[in-house]
T-cell receptor
Framework: GNSVTQMEGPVTLSEEAFLTINCTYTATGYPSLFWYVQYPGEGLQLLLKATKADDKGSNKGFEATYRKETTSFHLEKGSVQVSDSAVYFCALYSGAGSYQLTFGKGTKLSVIP | EAGVTQFPSHSVIEKGQTVTLRCDPISGHDNLYWYRRVMGKEIKFLLHFVKESKQDESGMPNNRFLAERTGGTYSTLKVQPAELEDSGVYFC?????????????FGPGTRLTVT
C-alpha cells in the first residue's frame, strides 16, 4: 500500500536558519505529492504541490522537488521566520479510483527569535 | 468564500457515550472527506462522499462509526459507543468535482477526547 515517511520532530530553529524536512514515499503508479501546514488553532492548508517527476512546488519561500528516483519530496526554506512555526505534513495522492490522501506523521517546527 | 467548518471544536465524553461531529463543506463542493489523526500518528483517511453517496469507506475503523451526508450538503460522523482509542482530531475536507479534485480543503478539525 501507499505510505509516507517524514522526519520525526520536533524541530527547533533560530530565525533566518535554513530548514529541511525530509519526506520519502512508497506508492503505486505516479502519485501527486503535497506539503500541508497546520498553524496553531487552524486547519490544514495546502502549502505546495507537485504532480509529476522533477516538478518543483513553491509557495511562501518554501520549495520541494518531486524526485522519482529517490522517491522523495523534501521541504526546504532558506530563511525561516517565527511565523513559520507550525506542523508540516507530507502527503500523496495516487488516484487509481481512490481520492484519499496518504499522510506522514507530521513534523512540528518551532522557530525562535 | 467561507471555508470548511466543523462543529464542535472540542468534545470530551466518557467511554460508552455517543458523539456526533458535524462538517459543513465549502459551498458547491461535491466531494467531502473525513480523516482522523490519533495523537502522534498519521492523519488517516476514513471515508469519502460524492454528494450524498459514500464513494469510499475503506478507512472506517468499525461499525461504531456512522457517517451521513443527507442532501449532499453537510455531513455528520457519529461514534456510538465511543471507546478510549477513538480519541484524536477528526478532520473534514472538501473539494469540487473536476480535474484537480485531489486538492482538498480542510477544516480546523474537532478534537475528541474519550475518558
Amino acid at each position: 500500500g501507499n505510505s509516507v515517511t517524514q522526519m520525526e520532530g520536533p524541530v527547533t530553529l533560530s530565525e533566518e536558519a535554513f530548514l529541511t524536512i525530509n519526506c520519502t514515499y512508497t506508492a503505486t503508479g505516479y502519485p501527486s505529492l503535497f506539503w500541508y501546514v497546520q498553524y496553531p488553532g487552524e486547519g490544514l492548508q495546502l502549502l505546495l504541490k507537485a504532480t509529476k517527476a522533477d516538478d518543483k512546488g513553491s509557495n511562501k519561500g518554501f520549495e520541494a522537488t518531486y524526485r522519482k528516483e529517490t522517491t522523495s519530496f523534501h521541504l526546504e526554506k532558506g530563511s525561516v521566520q517565527v511565523s513559520d512555526s507550525a506542523v508540516y505534513f507530507c502527503a500523496l495522492y495516487s488516484g487509481a479510483g481512490s481520492y484519499q490522501l496518504t499522510f506522514g506523521k507530521g513534523t512540528k517546527l518551532s522557530v525562535i527569535p | 468564500e467561507a471555508g470548511v467548518t466543523q462543529f464542535p471544536s472540542h468534545s470530551v465524553i466518557e467511554k460508552g457515550q455517543t458523539v456526533t461531529l458535524r462538517c459543513d463543506p465549502i459551498s458547491g463542493h461535491d466531494n467531502l472527506y473525513w480523516y482522523r489523526r490519533v495523537m502522534g500518528k498519521e492523519i488517516k483517511f476514513l471515508l469519502h462522499f460524492v454528494k450524498e453517496s459514500k464513494q469510499d469507506e475503506s478507512g472506517m475503523p468499525n461499525n461504531r462509526f456512522l457517517a451521513e451526508r443527507t442532501g449532499g450538503t453537510y455531513s455528520t460522523l457519529k461514534v456510538q459507543p465511543a471507546e478510549l482509542e477513538d480519541s484524536g482530531v477528526y478532520f473534514c475536507a472538501s473539494s469540487p468535482l473536476g480535474a484537480e479534485d485531489y486538492e482538498q480543503y480542510f477544516g480546523p478539525g474537532t478534537r475528541l477526547t474519550v475518558t
